[in-house]
């Protein structure tokens, strides 16, 4: 598989030889025999893709969505993305700053640094956007050209979705190059990366590249980002007027939507409502055993799955394709807080959008569909114990499942020794993550790779 064009001399791994094939059909019942060859042998293709949809769950790791895979349908059960018929994995780690040009690994990455290696094929350190590494984290990096970009430059159609603010790390690495992932609106970057402003001829905020961008559909959370005022006065929606966007705030906007202009959709102040609540993890036995209070977005966000769908409608018809990214941004966000309900409800709405995509592929062969995590997360299932003797060293959640069983989800990535009474933010973890494919040379992430290859398959150009 190739590996995109590289800057760092720090070198990867040869690709793995162990092949991991997904099964490639609709869902199966407990014991229902199932063969994958079928889908398999439809998905060899080594013609470049036409269109692309890269899904990507933050956070979601195998314990992610092992979690919600039992939690919502059983040990039996299974989810959309497990009728995609390739799978491999990916890691992910970034690299530390320094005088260059090789630079040490950091094999604990964050979400810029992790979006930045398929954005772009190069690694990065934590913290930063679609720019290359420097000597500190308060000096720009050299910007890198993204895949989006290099979409529209090859006359193909555009669109970024996500769950949090449009303005967040991984939707923000396809049309915007800062050195800190903080400077979101233009207030954030006079504050925090003051020679990155347009006063100070730089590009400006995350918020101002993204609209300067004129991406065909870019929808989500982060409106607080782009009612920030622009060193010119407006603020940043009025910029995006002034461009000629359908800016619109609510899901009947969204509907209404008809493609004619580029559509910037913003449905939150900050991050979009999460689906699911329930009891934050404590400690020692944990919470006790139960279901998840479900039905918590208002009416007036839409889900994560209808803005794919909306976006899908919008981008479909180009001659030349589209490329279109999708991501359930709260995974990590509740995995961080450690509650598993709301970790496992944004999983199974990620899920939701993954199976739009796969309806989409089923009628439109040329697409290709990428699905993956920007890094591993902190949660595992661990056995719960009645009696208390081996209760975990953190924090814990007990859900009673889809099988009527106990399922305990721990957290023990954060939270000192002794442990905080309410756990504090837990850490990412540096395991590799999955890769789900299916379509035009989904075999590309068969065995094991590094997430900077993804950069050569998103433009249709894996070997």
């Known amino acids: 598989m190739s590996k995109g064009t590289r800057r760092l001399p720090l070198a990867i791994g040869g690709v793995g030889a162990a092949i991991v094939l997904g099964l490639g059909g609709a869902s199966l019942a407990t014991g229902a025999k199932h063969d994958a060859t079928k889908g398999v042998k439809a998905n060899l293709s080594t013609k470049a893709p036409k269109n692309v949809i890269y899904l990507l769950g933050d956070g979601m790791g195998v314990s992610e969505i092992t979690a919600a895979r039992y939690y919502q349908y059983g040990a039996g059960g299974r989810m959309n993305v497990d009728r995609l018929p390739f799978t491999g994995f990916d890691t992910t780690w970034s690299v530390k700053p320094g005088p260059g040009p090789t630079y040490l690994p950091d094999y604990d990455p964050d979400s810029a640094s992790t979006g930045t290696m398929w954005a772009t094929g190069q690694k990065t350190i934590d913290e930063r956007i679609s720019q290359g590494p420097s000597t500190a984290i308060d000096v720009p990096g050299e910007n890198l050209p993204t895949v989006l970009e290099l979409a529209q430059k090859a006359g193909k159609k555009t669109g970024n979705v996500s769950t949090a603010e449009i303005t967040d790390a991984t939707p923000a690495v396809l049309a915007s190059h800062m050195s800190l992932r903080g400077c979101q609106g233009p207030q954030d970057t006079a504050a925090d990366c003051k020679t990155e402003t347009k006063a100070a001829g730089g590009l400006g905020s995350i918020a101002e590249q993204m609209v300067a961008h004129k991406a065909d559909v870019t929808l989500g959370g982060g409106l607080g980002r782009f009612e920030q005022k622009t060193d010119a006065g407006p603020t940043v929606v009025d910029y995006a007027k002034g461009l000629g966007y359908d800016v619109v705030e609510d899901a009947n906007g969204l509907a209404a939507a008809d493609g004619s202009k580029p559509l910037l959709g913003l449905f939150n102040a900050g991050n979009m409502t ?19 209070e479900t039905g918590r977005r208002p009416a007036n966000e839409p889900s994560l799955s209808a803005m794919t769908t909306k976006a899908l409608q919008l981008l479909d018809g180009s001659d030349k394709g589209f ?18 309900c709301g970790q496992i409800g944004e999983t199974i709405a990620f899920d939701d959008a993954i199976g739009v995509a796969m309806d989409y592929q089923a009628g439109h062969p040329g697409t290709l569909v990428v699905v993956t995590a920007d890094h591993s997360h902190t949660s595992q299932i661990v056995a719960e114990d009645s009696k208390g003797e081996g209760n ?65 398959l998103l433009q249709g150009k894996a070997e």
């Open 274 to 292: 999460t689906e699911w609540k329930g009891p934050q993890a404590t400690l020692g036995d944990g919470t006790p055993a139960g279901r998840c």
């Open 323 to 340: 490329f279109l990214q999708v991501e359930g941004a709260s995974i990590d966000k509740q995995d961080h807080a450690a509650s598993a």
């Open 392 to 456: 975990p060293t953190g924090y814990s959640n007990n859900l009673t499942t889809a099988d009527g069983q106990t399922m305990r989800v721990a957290y023990g990535t954060a939270g000192g020794n002794p442990a905080a009474p309410v756990p504090p933010s837990q850490q990412h973890t540096g395991a590799a993550v999955p890769v789900w494919a299916a379509g035009p040379q989904a075999s590309a992430v068969l065995g094991t790779n590094d997430h900077t290859d993804k950069f050569a």
